[in-house]
């Protein structure tokens, strides 16, 4: 299965590159991952409802550029369905098994997705109604990708 995450910006503090980097490691062994870090817009302190659309469609059309059209993709949403662990690896399970070979997570910028990456997705995946910052997400969603190769594979993980 090829796995890619596609993210907005770049990611500077150390201790998320270090966790990003030691979960790619680990899922090197079930996946081949890819993370794709588009270009993120600047978002001045106070922004018309307007200009943050703005800055999320231009945001969003360079992640739509980066979507393989074949990909299944799985655009991570406050609002969309929340999974449990053992859920998530059962849903990536199947998509396996019905000839998903390429899965593609989206992650949104610090103003969130654009409503045309929103209609791209075949589905949406919540992690809780709480919002996370995306950098923290990138490294909650490998794990929990991580966790789901364990899970499939019957292998021991942390409870
Ligand atoms: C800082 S959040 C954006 C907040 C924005 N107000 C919104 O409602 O999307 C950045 C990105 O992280 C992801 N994210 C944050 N919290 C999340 C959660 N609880 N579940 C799923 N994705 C989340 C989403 O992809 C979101 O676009």
Do not use: W
Not at 3 to 26: D, H, W
């Amino acid at each position: 299965m090829r796995i890619t995450l596609v993210t907005v910006g770049k990611i500077k503090e150390k201790f998320f590159v270090q966790a990003i980097a030691e979960y790619s490691k680990r899922l090197s062994r079930y996946c081949k991952l890819e993370i794709i870090e588009v270009a993120d817009e600047k978002t001045p302190d106070k922004a018309s409802e307007a200009l943050e659309l703005q800055i999320k469609e231009k945001e969003g059309e360079r992640i739509l550029k980066s979507i393989k059209d074949d990909s299944y993709v799985i655009a991570l949403a406050i609002e969309g369905k929340m999974r449990s662990s053992e859920e998530l690896a059962a849903r990536i399970e199947k998509l396996g098994i019905g000839g998903e070979s390429h899965l593609t997570f989206v992650i949104g910028g610090s103003l969130g997705l654009a409503p045309a990456v929103l209609n791209r997705a075949d589905e949406k995946l919540s992690f809780s109604p709480m919002t996370f910052p995306h950098q923290l997400m990138r490294v909650i969603l490998l794990e929990q990708i991580y966790r789901s190769y364990r899970i499939i594979n019957h292998e021991p993980y942390h409870k």
